[in-house]
């Protein structure tokens, strides 16, 4: 299965190098969710949480991500 990348400007530069999963404090790197839309997903192999993007603001809520297959 192919990964797609998100668009680099849905979420300010800035702001995306900062980013780290607030479950196990790794870096996030952009993916395309299930159904198509923008997500986050965290680069350690023991969490790999998926975090949504709404509107250009990332979801960072352990409760709301998405586990991993």
């Keep these: 299965m192919s990964e ?9 530069p800035w702001l995306r190098e ?3 999963c607030p479950a196990c404090r790794s870096e996030l ?3 395309t969710g299930p159904t198509g839309g923008p997500e ?3 680069t ?3 969490c790999g949480l998926a975090y ?4 250009g603001v990332p979801v ?3 409760d709301e991500a998405r586990h991993p297959a």
Excluded: F, K, M, N
């Design 52 to 55: 949504r993007i709404d509107d």
């Design 44 to 46: 350690s192999g023991e």
């Design 29 to 31: 790197r952009d993916h």
């Design 4 to 12: 797609q990348a998100t668009p680099a400007s849905a979420i300010e």
């Design 60 to 62: 960072l809520l352990v």
């Design 18 to 20: 900062i980013l780290r």
């Design 40 to 42: 986050l997903v965290c």
